[in-house]
Nanobody
């Protein structure tokens, strides 16, 4: 069983930066496709960035965060990070880390909840809040 714990959320002004971390235990993150998702109050959960352990398939980013957010993994620490720069008011949400099994190369589908396959196994963290306000 994969357990995921997010950290690094907090309050920041527009234009600021935060680095989220997702520490895994129980299983090895390298065996999973990993994604960061976010959900703001009253809105649907959306994919922020997703990638697999294969360098052959590039990471997928939501259009709204391209060139501002960067996903990375530290296999030694069994951790995935999300570096968030130039934060905007609309980035405020609770951010969740998730590990998926069975995605293959479909990272874009993984990052699109309405395209999730019922055959994928999913593991989720509890989330960390990101507040962006002036």
């Amino acid at each position: 069983q994969l357990q995921l714990v997010e950290s690094g959320g907090g309050s920041v002004q527009p234009g600021g930066s935060l680095r989220l971390s997702c520490v895994a235990s129980g299983l090895t993150l390298h065996d999973f496709a990993i994604g960061w998702f976010r959900q703001a109050p009253g809105k649907e959960r959306e994919g922020v960035s997703c990638f697999t352990s294969s360098d052959y398939y590039p990471a997928h980013y939501a259009d709204s965060v391209k060139d501002r957010f960067t996903i990375s993994r530290d296999d030694e620490q069994n951790t995935v990070h999300l570096q968030m720069n130039s934060l905007k008011l609309e980035d405020a949400a609770t951010y969740f880390c998730a590990g998926f099994v069975g995605v293959g190369r479909n990272v874009q589908a993984m990052c699109t909840p309405r395209r999730w396959s019922p055959h994928w196994k999913q593991y989720w963290g509890q989330g960390t809040p990101v507040i962006v306000s002036s």
